[in-house]
């Protein structure tokens, strides 16, 4: 099982796609542990059963368990807190900022990974989820841990691409 499925699975009309797909596994500024921790993170969040199964299969030639863990344990905690912080943020009332989440978050402290690698996962899954209070606070933690500009902006690449491969499949799947 390889990202070349994912790619033969597109339909002709996503060639961008399976491009950029090839693309972001080759060429990315992160480290291998980075690159796939962010595939295996952003394929759960994207939640397409081939791209998740795929990627899995393959993440674990790279990845330690421990890794396989965190990244799918980033998703995970990022599915609860981007509709929590994201849900605050939009409705747009101060007093709501000021409330206490209470919601259990222990990986965020002990991932089970380097810290900066956990948060940039964090970071793409927020990319595909949509929060932008997760996205800003995700970001200054990476920059100030020492992640560059690229290492985000790999990172937010592979999000975007892996979205699009799984809308995509998702898309040809309730067609057929």
């Given at each position: 099982?390889?990202?070349?499925?994912?790619?033969?699975?597109?339909?002709?009309?996503?060639k961008?796609?399976?491009?950029?797909?090839?693309?972001?596994?080759t060429?990315?500024?992160?480290?291998?542990?980075?690159l796939?921790?962010?595939?295996l993170?952003?394929?759960?969040?994207?939640r397409?059963?081939?791209?998740?199964?795929?990627?899995?299969?393959?993440?674990?030639?790279?990845?330690?368990?421990?890794?396989?863990?965190?990244?799918?344990?980033?998703?995970s905690?990022?599915?609860?807190?981007n509709?929590?912080?994201?849900?605050?943020?939009?409705?747009?009332?101060?007093?709501?900022?000021?409330?206490?989440?209470?919601?259990?978050?222990?990986?965020?402290?002990?991932?089970?990974?380097e810290k900066?690698?956990?948060?940039?996962?964090?970071?793409?899954?927020?990319?595909?989820?949509g929060?932008?209070?997760?996205?800003?606070?995700?970001?200054?933690?990476?920059?100030?841990?020492?992640?560059?500009?690229?290492?985000?902006?790999?990172?937010?690449?592979?999000?975007?691409?892996?979205?699009?491969?799984?809308?995509?499949?998702?898309?040809?799947?309730?067609?057929?």
């Amino acid at each position: 099982m390889t990202i070349e499925a994912i790619k033969e699975a597109l339909p002709a009309y996503a060639k961008d796609t399976k491009l950029n797909l090839g693309s972001v596994t080759t060429t990315s500024s992160l480290t291998e542990q980075q690159l796939w921790g962010t595939l295996l993170a952003t394929a759960v969040a994207a939640r397409n059963p081939l791209v998740l199964r795929e990627i899995a299969d393959e993440a674990v030639k790279h990845l330690s368990a421990e890794a396989i863990e965190s990244a799918k344990g980033a998703a995970s905690i990022m599915a609860m807190n981007n509709v929590y912080y994201r849900a605050k943020h939009l409705i747009g009332e101060d007093a709501y900022q000021s409330l206490p989440a209470r919601l259990r978050m222990q990986i965020i402290g002990k991932p089970g990974v380097e810290k900066v690698d956990f948060e940039l996962w964090c970071l793409a899954v927020s990319a595909i989820t949509g929060c932008g209070v997760c996205l800003e606070s995700h970001e200054k933690t990476v920059a100030s841990a020492g992640a560059s500009r690229d290492h985000v902006h790999d990172a937010l690449r592979v999000a975007s691409v892996i979205h699009a491969a799984a809308v995509t499949l998702d898309a040809e799947a309730a067609l057929s």
